[in-house]
């Protein structure tokens, strides 16, 4: 079965290849030397800002051949959870002998995180062969650097051969650049409050923006646990003609959840002796129930689990799957950055309330050595206060900085936050310099956390561990 799907999109790739149209007389490609050069030769054309809409797009993918049309996707939205459903996606898809391709943004080291078939990221020749060929063209139609690097994906992805694609929402949903998808299947993880700039600053607004990556006569899953947001959710999948509408909370019970960690060891060593690490939880869905483990860890990654395995039931054959075959594909479930352990450091990406709450209710669930010294820096546009709040019921102590890599025009100010924790009576420090203030923390702290935004993470991980995706 899995052949036979390689073969017809094989083919339909091959022809969406040989269709691109000749783009050479109006955007000649360029010598951009060295995979750095290329990046500095990307990002110096594109913008880096947010400007929801898809006509650029469309523009864009229409000139290169509309690769996304030789693409089985899955689609993956929401406000948290989303890394967390597709990681999963991408795990069983692959343990079942699909080739996969996985599109994630942002990145936490290296740009080529972001595309990932199966499992390896795309060689540095592919990104300076495509950014040489194609930026010229992305910024005669002033596409923004999301949307070129989607194009990127799209482009890749076709051009690879690959069985299917698990694609990550960037921002919201209708107005995504990876919305110029009909995937298999769309999935809404879960909604909160984060980018109110561009989605509204409520959940309601928020919903209805997260609902646009529904398709007519395509499945559409739901993994929102609040009863009022989810039902609006599902009118509004509805209302899009998707078909059939599923509701994982409707659909799945889950019980008997255990997060289970130890963070005084090695990891590595743990695993040798056996010691245990991430999610365990039993699930009921489609008539049959099993106790099931996830290594992502925390009581919300039951959820995630199950929404996944939902996004598959619902596409069919040949990609549904028994929970007796999910449970060995689980174990190889990887995501950098979400809870994270490496040693006694954590590393999470928690960039809003709702994740940082997640975030302190796992923190407790592995009973993490104390003192827990936080690293943090979160950008200026986020509700980084609500984020503070959340985490101090579980930091002995924060350590405020700058992460080298945030930019400078949502960097936010330390001192505020020094002031901000003094005024509630939290224990905190300002370290400006970013290796400092890592290294401070470690002196303090039993057990690390670095978290506040994919940046911030992103910067740690670079100093403190390899990277997180093998090349």
């Not at 063209?137 to 694609?165: C, K, N, P, S, W």
């Not at 303090?444 to 090349?471: E, I, K, N, W």
Request: net charge negative; proline share 6%; hydrophobic share 45%.
């Amino acid at each position: 079965m899995v052949g036979a799907l390689s073969a017809t999109r094989r083919a339909a790739q091959a022809a969406v290849a040989g269709s691109a149209p000749d783009t050479s007389t109006d955007a000649p490609s360029v010598s951009v030397g060295t995979y750095g050069e290329a990046l500095d030769y990307l990002f110096a054309r594109t913008t880096g800002k947010w400007r929801l809409g898809l006509e650029r797009m469309g523009l864009l993918l229409q000139a290169i051949g509309q690769p996304q049309d030789a693409l089985r996707a899955f689609h993956v939205g929401g406000t948290n959870g989303k890394g967390s459903v597709c990681a999963t996606l991408e795990a069983v898809l692959r343990a079942r002998g699909f080739r996969v391709g996985f599109y994630s943004s942002p990145h936490l080291i290296d740009f080529r995180e972001r595309f990932l078939i199966d499992g390896v990221p795309i060689s540095e020749a592919d990104v300076v062969s495509w950014i040489a060929r194609r930026t010229p063209l992305v910024e005669r139609l002033h596409a923004t650097f999301f949307e070129a690097t989607t194009a990127m994906a799209f482009e890749l992805f076709a051009q690879a051969g690959i069985d299917v694609a698990v694609v990550e929402v960037g921002l919201g949903g209708r107005l995504d650049a990876t919305n110029m998808l009909t995937p298999i299947v769309a999935g809404v993880s879960s909604i909160g409050i984060d980018h109110v700039e561009f989605l509204g600053d409520s959940r309601e607004q928020i919903a209805w923006e997260k609902a646009g990556i529904f398709k007519p006569g395509r499945p559409a899953v739901i993994g929102e646990p609040d009863p009022a947001i989810r039902t609006l959710l599902a009118k509004f999948a509805r209302d899009a003609g998707a078909d059939p509408v599923r509701i994982v909370a409707d659909e799945c019970t889950i019980a008997d959840v255990e997060v289970r960690g130890d963070l005084s060891g090695d990891l590595e060593a743990d695993a040798a002796t056996g010691a245990t690490w991430g999610t365990w939880f039993t699930l009921g869905m489609t008539g049959q129930r099993a106790r099931l483990h996830t290594p992502l860890a925390g009581t919300h990654q039951a959820t995630n689990t199950a929404v996944a395995l939902t996004m598959l039931d619902a596409a069919g054959p040949p990609y549904a799957t028994s929970l007796a075959d999910a449970g060995p594909a689980l174990a190889q479930v990887h995501l950098p950055g979400r809870f994270h352990r490496q040693g006694r450091y954590i590393f999470d990406v928690a960039h809003n309330p709702d994740g940082a709450a997640v975030l302190a209710q796992t923190l407790r669930a592995v009973h993490a050595p104390a003192p827990v010294v936080a690293v943090l820096t979160v950008l200026a546009d986020k509700d980084w206060r609500g984020i503070m709040t959340e985490l101090a019921g579980v930091v002995s102590h924060f350590v405020v900085t700058t992460a080298p890599t945030a930019p400078a025009s949502r960097a936010w100010d330390p001192e505020l936050a020094r002031a901000f924790a003094e005024s509630r009576g939290w224990s905190v420090g300002l370290e400006p310099d970013f290796d400092a203030a890592l290294a401070h923390a470690a002196a303090l702290g039993a057990t690390v956390l670095v978290t506040g935004s994919f940046h911030t993470v992103g910067d740690a991980m670079a100093r403190l561990q390899p990277p997180p995706v093998r090349t």
